[in-house]
């Protein structure tokens, strides 16, 4: 019989957080349920200032607008931020399919549910996988648009599921 494993390993926040590079490594923004839109230097300001004033509460950025492979996602209210990038989303398991988010330490593991009105009109997103450290989370957008990578100036869960499909 196969059984699900969850895993999760914590990332600490870099004592001298990676600088801000120049350059777009990250070519689409989407906010549900409009189409993906390129981003250029006008619009990453455009993007950046919406978020900032809190104009745009959700947010998906990607090259893949299959929304497949390597995204990061934004779901914000309430002065809460859940940032979240998923690695691959084709419903594989192992490491390589990992996800990582934000988390609130002191409300890891809790059922408490925010009042996030996610852009799918339907997930919930649990008090443990948010954060209100909204410079940190403008930052970390702004540098995956840059560099199609994660920030380390902020501290990120990773999480993956593997399959064991041994008898016991």
């Not at 209100?132 to 989370?137: F, G, I």
């Not at 970390?140 to 399959?163: C, D, H, V």
Request: charged share 25%; net charge negative; proline share 4%.
């Amino acid at each position: 019989m196969s059984h699900c494993t969850e895993h999760r390993e914590f990332i600490p926040r870099s004592d001298t957080p990676a600088a801000m590079p120049k350059g777009i490594a990250v070519h689409y923004y989407q906010r549900w349920p409009s189409k993906p839109q390129e981003i250029t230097a006008d619009s990453l300001r455009r993007v950046m200032k919406n978020l900032w004033e809190g104009k745009w509460e959700n947010l998906f950025l990607t090259n893949d607008t299959t929304f497949e492979q390597n995204f990061m996602q934004l779901e914000s209210g309430g002065g809460l931020y859940a940032l979240q990038f998923v690695r691959d989303n084709t419903g594989g398991s192992g490491e390589e399919s990992a996800w990582f988010s934000v988390y609130d330490p002191e409300h890891l593991d809790s059922d408490v549910e925010t009042d996030i009105e996610c852009s799918d009109g339907q997930s919930i997103i649990y008090r443990g996988d948010v954060t209100n450290d909204k410079e940190a989370v403008m930052t970390a957008i702004e540098y995956f648009i840059r560099t199609g990578e994660l920030w380390n100036g902020i501290p990120w869960m990773k999480s993956w599921q593997e399959w064991d499909w041994s008898e016991k």
